[in-house]
């Protein structure tokens, strides 16, 4: 059975940070590219950052300089790290896993990021 289990979520003032963690079993991980994407109420859920299997990463421009993916491997764990955080960040984080080569395509259940003062 895949999982993907989304942590790291809460409340942050304005020009906080908050480290999000995806831990996913079920999965030969080495073998997915992971990604982050956001959805906020109303709106259709967008990429953030992803790392492919071999390490390279790809930032949406609005997270560009802010924000940091990384994976372990070895705990079948992937990272976001968000930095001066802004309130237009807010959204429903979610973790996402697409394989090198067949269509197996998993999501997570979700962590709710909230950016207020």
């Known amino acids: 059975q895949v999982q993907l289990v989304e942590s790291g979520g809460g409340l942050v003032q304005p020009g906080g940070s908050l480290r999000l963690s995806c831990a996913a079993s079920?999965?030969?991980?080495?073998?997915?590219?992971m990604g982050w994407y956001r959805q906020e109420p109303g709106k259709q859920r967008e990429l953030v950052a992803t790392?492919?299997?071999?390490?390279?990463?790809n930032y949406a421009d609005s997270a560009k300089g802010r924000f940091t993916i990384s994976r372990d491997n070895a705990k079948n764990t992937v990272y976001l790290q968000m930095n001066s955080l802004k309130p237009e960040d807010t959204a429903v984080y979610y973790c996402?896993?697409?394989?090198?080569?067949?269509?197996?395509?998993?999501w997570g259940q979700g962590t709710q990021v909230t950016v207020s003062s």
């Open positions: 790392i492919l299997s071999g390490g390279s990463t």
């Open positions: 079920g999965i030969f991980f080495r073998m997915y590219h």
């Open positions: 996402n896993a697409a394989h090198l080569f067949a269509r197996d395509n998993y």
